[in-house]
């Protein structure tokens, strides 16, 4: 594929379906904290946001992937193209959409900025991410640092001209951060010195903004071990004077940058802080061992943003797939497969590529669903917030259970929508010619980096589920069993809605078999099964958003003309909850009695027996 050329695609029609047709996204616009959003302004920032995908970060996609990041004298080169769209991107501000006006935001909901990123990271995931570690930073230091340093630090970043990372991960540590090494020593002014080694970071060093703030975890001497002993600092890669200005370069530097097999124009680095004895942090807030806490306010928030990395590329995936689909010509057309003389028929003729498309294009919605159910509870817990606080406290609670399905479900059927991609183009698919390629390359990490996917089912079955005493999980299944009950005797999708029922049962006969193991000596059998049960609440939530959406547009299809475009899109929303109904909401009740088997033949198995 030469450099230029973009190939992102999304359904701005989709987008627009399940923010306003299928959650009512149209209810909570107008009124506070939303009065200066509308359905108008709404489709305009995405039909821009769409624009600016296709003609700014689009088209350097593959150039960035093939040309990569540079280490050249201790600083990182980003691809050629990258500082002119980082200038445009802050400029148009639609990394502020949802923040608030009083930052310099445009104050949007929740559910507007996740399609907004989805269409940024899907045309340029790797482009992306810079500006998303900049504004998770800067959201964390609001939350929680002191008013000097908000003011020290925040808006810089906000506004593009300061980045931002999220330092964790140690070489000897890998996803046990309670065994961090880096230390922080107080000195007499109250400023720590640092020292320690980060590796995977993201962001940690370019070109693209003048000073770049890292968030680094360390212990404090004399802390104690574990998660619980680490405290937040700020260390600046330019240490910022009291008035704001820039100082003097800080001790930190970069080892190396990361040659990956994808997301090849993120700057993956690995950074030494205080090689010198000269590395200066202040504590986030002031606050000492508060590391882990403050930091999962940024961690949650990545969470989620790495489910719509994994949606934005399957959707791209999928959508290059059916054009090439449409225009491919290859075989006969299935009723005339044994004339050899029969015309050859573009291969979405053929069965095989019409159940990867339905697949993917099933998929692609369901999560798209997923992601916006769970910003509809940000959005709408913030509007009743103060006034109603049990209603808040469901809300929340809720985007506390669906984060690790957010994240994991989205991150490992990315990687599969976009294999499947790849199939359906052929040998084609295979090579760098076409787009596919590079989104399978890229999607990849979604499933690894923000806590790897077993630690978002660990997090699901070891901490969400049991929060507020089961309540967030209980009014969950509620939801799911309201719905059933309610269109059970539907015309169309009755018996759908039945197997949306049985996959209920099956995930919770799941959920008391997870609570009894955990009571008894059979704990070992949770790690073994945790990530099957993430899976199977999953497609659970994805069943029922799609039979959800099936309904609304049975009933919409009734009202528009055979020949009204919206009647075909209608009928593909039908389908996409007829097919994950029937092919994919039964594997439910077959995991749960794999779960019932309770093997645990991993765990009993001699570390010899598993081979030389």
């Not at 003389?341 to 997923?370: N, S």
Request: net charge negative; glycine share 10%; aromatic share 8%.
């Amino acid at each position: 594929m030469s450099a230029g050329i973009n190939r992102y695609k999304t359904d701005l029609r989709d987008m627009q379906f399940t923010l306003f047709e299928q959650f009512k996204l149209g209810e909570l616009l107008g009124q506070a904290p939303f009065e200066a959003w509308g359905r108008d302004e709404t489709m305009a920032v995405l039909a821009e946001t769409y624009r600016f995908a296709r003609e700014v970060t689009g088209p350097l996609n593959a150039s960035g992937d093939r040309e990569g990041c540079r280490l050249v004298d201790g600083e990182v080169k980003t691809p050629k193209g990258y500082k002119d769209a980082w200038a445009k991107l802050n400029e148009a501000g639609f990394k502020t959409i949802s923040l608030s006006p009083e930052h310099g935001g445009q104050g949007a909901p929740a559910m507007i900025q996740a399609l907004v990123e989805e269409m940024l990271s899907g045309s340029n995931t790797a482009f992306n991410m810079y500006a998303g570690l900049s504004y998770g930073a800067a959201e964390l230091i609001s939350a929680c640092g002191t008013r000097e340093q908000f003011n020290r630090y925040c808006p810089n970043m906000f506004q593009g001209k300061w980045g931002g990372t999220m330092c964790l991960t140690e070489p000897h540590a890998g996803s046990d951060v309670g065994a961090a090494k880096s230390t922080a020593r107080k000195n007499p002014d109250g400023t720590y010195s640092i020292k320690g080694t980060k590796i995977f970071i993201s962001g940690g060093d370019h070109d693209l903004t003048e000073n770049i703030i890292h968030l680094v975890l360390a212990r404090i001497e004399g802390a104690p071990p574990g998660t619980k002993g680490l405290s937040l600092f700020i260390v600046p890669k330019i240490r910022v004077n009291p008035d704001g200005t820039l100082g003097q370069r800080n001790d930190v530097s970069v080892a190396a940058i990361e040659h990956k097999l994808g997301i090849n124009g993120s700057a993956t680095c690995q950074l030494n802080f205080g090689e010198n004895d000269g590395c200066i942090g202040e504590l986030v807030g002031g606050a000492e061992h508060q590391g882990m806490s403050q930091m999962f306010r940024m961690m949650n928030g990545a969470r989620i943003a790495v489910g719509v990395q994994g949606l934005a590329v399957a959707s791209s995936a999928y959508l290059n797939a059916l054009e090439y689909a449409k225009e491919r010509k290859q075989g006969a057309h299935w009723k005339q497969w044994k004339d050899p003389t029969a015309p050859r028929v573009a291969i979405i003729e053929h069965g095989d590529i019409r159940r990867m498309l339905l697949d993917m294009k099933a998929h692609v919605e369901g999560i798209r669903a997923l992601i916006l159910k769970l910003t509809y509870h940000v959005d709408a817990a913030r509007q009743v917030g103060g006034s109603d606080d049990e209603k808040a406290a469901y809300h929340k609670g809720q985007v506390e259970l669906l984060t690790p399905l957010v994240k994991a479900f989205s991150s490992d059927q990315a990687f599969r929508v976009c294999e499947l991609a790849i199939q359906t183009y052929g040998g084609a698919g295979y090579l760098k010619d076409w787009p596919v390629e590079q989104y399978l390359r890229d999607s990849k990490i979604f499933s690894i980096y923000e806590g790897t996917n077993h630690i978002q089912a660990m997090d699901l079955v070891g901490r969400k589920m049991g929060q507020a005493g089961g309540a967030h999980f209980q009014a969950f299944m509620a939801d799911v069993a309201g719905f059933v009950e309610a269109h059970r005797a539907h015309p169309v999708f009755g018996a759908d809605v039945e197997r949306l029922a049985a996959a209920q049962e099956a995930v919770m006969a799941s959920a008391m078999n997870l609570f009894g193991w955990s009571q008894s000596d059979k704990l070992h059998l949770i790690p073994l099964v945790a990530n099957r049960f993430l899976e199977m609440m999953s497609v659970l939530a994805v069943g029922w958003l799609l039979l959800d959406a099936g309904v609304i547009a049975h009933k919409a299809q009734q009202e528009v003309s055979a020949t009204h475009p919206d009647h075909a899109f209608y009928e593909g929303k039908q389908a996409s909850a007829k097919f994950f109904a029937r092919t994919v909401l039964p594997t439910v009740e077959h995991h749960a009695k794999v779960m019932a088997l309770e093997d645990d033949t991993p765990m009993t198995l001699s570390e010899a027996a598993f081979g030389q």
